[in-house]
């Protein structure tokens, strides 16, 4: 499933008191839409799934396909280290209207490669949804490893990979040995261009919260020939990528909406917002990439 080149992980926004803020959520979707995302990820790492209640997983993925109503495709993060939890997850999440499921990598317990395939084929075998995969060593404690993931694209729904190993290596390999109705995404926004370049189909990104218009000209500029320009903009977004990871996410890319309007500074613990020096830090970079932004082509 072609789900465009920028799928924006969304953040779930908080009220000081805790809960979900869904009035400021339809606003993020309407934001995002509007800005260069081609598809929404909710309920993912970034909407801090963790500490969500398994409720309001389910009440997040399905007031936001309500209020998306078609215009992007929803993927739903109902990926766990518990394998039939997941498949629950899934289930609930087919009810309830999305276009398609994410499914990270077993965290904590750490599977071999065998418990990994077995844990992704039972769970795609029990929907018709598109499943994207979600490999993110740094946060599960495993890799899913090239040779896994090119035989968990040969089960027929197993469509997408969100490529967070950070291993460019590792990504071309699985490039290389795919049929061209698999898709591979970056899932990290430092690698969103060069992973396009060696034959990638785009990025699920955080960054795209704020400078999503911006990542689609990096892209339509590499694919009009135009390389200084794609490039140009690639380093100009790097360090404000790395502000937006300099502490935990989702923090950062809280902090960095409440600069464009919206009510996003609350996280939930183990969560902490940024401190006043981690914030004044984040400014000046934030600064420096608006004017940049402005050279933009």
């Known amino acids: 499933m072609n789900i465009g080149r920028i799928a924006t992980a969304m953040i779930t926004p908080f009220k000081d008191d805790g809960a979900v803020n869904y009035e400021e959520l339809e606003r993020i979707i309407n934001h995002l839409i509007d800005n260069g995302t081609d598809c929404i990820v909710a309920s ?10 398994t409720e309001e997983k389910l009440e997040v993925v399905r007031f936001t396909v309500e209020k998306v109503a078609g ?21 609930a999440a ?19 490669q065998l418990g990994i395939y077995k844990h992704f084929e039972v769970i795609a075998q029990e929907t ?46 699985i490039i290389d040995h795919v049929a061209d109705d698999f898709y591979v995404y970056s899932g990290d926004d430092g690698l969103a261009l060069p992973l396009w370049a060696v034959g990638g189909n785009g990025v699920i990104s955080v960054a795209a919260h704020v400078i999503g218009n911006d ?14 320009d794609a490039a140009y903009i690639h380093r100009a977004m790097l360090p404000l990528i790395r502000a937006l990871f300099a502490q935990p ?16 500074l ?3 613990l183990p969560m902490v917002e940024m401190t006043d020096e981690e914030k004044a830090n984040f400014d000046n970079v934030w600064d420096t990439y608006q004017a940049k932004a402005k050279n933009f082509n």
Request: proline fraction near 7%; avoid cysteine.
């Open 249 to 264: 996410n989702p923090s950062p890319v809280k902090y960095a909406m409440t600069k464009l309007g919206f009510d996003t």
């Open 215 to 228: 990542m689609q000209k990096m892209f339509t500029a590499f694919d009009e020939a135009r390389h200084e």
């Open 94 to 112: 087919e009810k309830n209207g999305a276009d398609g499921i994410m499914l990270v990598a077993p965290y904590y317990n750490k599977p071999n």
């Open 44 to 53: 993912g790492t970034t909407a801090e799934n963790p500490t969500l209640t």
């Open 128 to 173: 018709k949804l598109p499943v994207m995969l979600y490999n993110i060593p740094g946060r599960t404690g495993i890799n899913v490893e090239a040779k896994t993931t090119i035989a968990l694209s040969k089960i027929p729904n197993i469509q997408i990979i969100k490529e967070a190993s950070g291993n460019l290596d590792q990504m071309a390999e």
């Open 266 to 268: 609350n996280v939930r």
């Open 71 to 91: 215009r992007v495709p929803v993927f739903a993060g109902t990926g766990d280290n518990e394998t039939k939890y997941s498949i629950d997850m899934t289930h």
